[in-house]
């Protein structure tokens, strides 16, 4: 079970909503663990978009591999951010798959 979760690969996703002229922002997401889900979990306090926030604050990583953002974005993700695009991200980070994805396998 260990070997298996060590062998799993950094995930990648382009955000095609948060584009510049370099192409779309790429975040990247090393898998949860249980503790990490855990934590998320009492973050959020039984709200579902805080829990996708903190996933991103807690996950969302460069292409260094360096945290993209930190506590201090919190309310901006929370209050400036549409809400598509963080349900976007912050289910790919906590691995939900998304139901239109899922019909369309």
């Known amino acids: ?19 510049d002229e370099s192409g779309p922002l790429v975040v990247y997401a090393k898998p949860l663990t249980l503790n990490e889900t855990q934590k998320l979990y009492k973050l959020a ?21 360096e945290k993209l953002f930190t506590l201090d974005n919190k ?11 963080l349900t976007k991200i912050g289910t790919w980070i906590m691995g939900t798959i998304d139901v239109d994805e ?3 396998k």
Do not use: P, R
């Not at 079970?1 to 584009?19: D, G, L, T, Y």
């Not at 306090?45 to 591999?65: F, P, T």
């Open 1 to 19: 079970a260990k070997a298996h979760f060590n062998n799993q690969e950094i995930k990648s996703m382009e955000v095609e909503e948060w584009s």
């Open 45 to 65: 306090k039984d709200d579902d978009l805080a829990l996708l926030a903190y996933a991103i604050i807690n996950k969302a990583l460069n292409a260094d591999g």
């Open 75 to 85: 309310q901006a993700l929370m209050n400036n951010v549409d809400v598509a695009v």
């Open 102 to 104: 899922a019909v369309e």
